[in-house]
């Protein structure tokens, strides 16, 4: 079984920084995707950015290009997202997400089989 932990959200002001990690747990662990999707009170779960677990290949959301970069440790297991330049618009509760096959679309959250409980992200104006 695989467990995935968040952690690193905050409350920033905008302009500033953070610097999300998911430590991902499980004797199999080897996803195709991993990815960072966000959800904002009332609205549906947005993708993010995702990578590629053993191949170097990323993608992201329009809306945060050039400002947040995903990266991955394979050997500790581990999921970063690095948040940039930050804007109010980007709170939300991100949550990491797990990936055990490929797909024509994976910024779609249906294809993602495990995710964490999700980490606070506030930015303040």
């Known amino acids: 079984q695989v467990q995935l932990v968040e952690s690193g959200g905050g409350l920033v002001q905008a302009g500033g920084s953070l610097r999300l990690s998911c430590a991902a747990s499980?004797?199999?662990?080897?996803?195709?995707?991993m990815g960072w999707f966000r959800q904002a009170p009332g609205k549906g779960r947005e993708f993010v950015a995702r990578?590629?677990?053993?191949?170097?290949?990323?993608s992201y959301a329009d809306s945060v290009k050039g400002r947040f970069t995903i990266s991955r440790d394979n050997a500790k297991k581990m999921v970063y997202l690095q948040m940039n330049s930050l804007k109010p618009e980007d709170t939300a509760l991100y949550y990491c997400a797990a990936a055990q096959e490929g797909s024509m679309n994976p910024e779609d959250p249906r294809q993602y089989n495990y995710w964490g409980q999700g980490t606070q992200v506030t930015v303040s104006s």
């Open positions: 499980g004797r199999t662990f080897s996803p195709y995707f």
């Open positions: 990578t590629r677990w053993n191949f170097s290949l990323r």
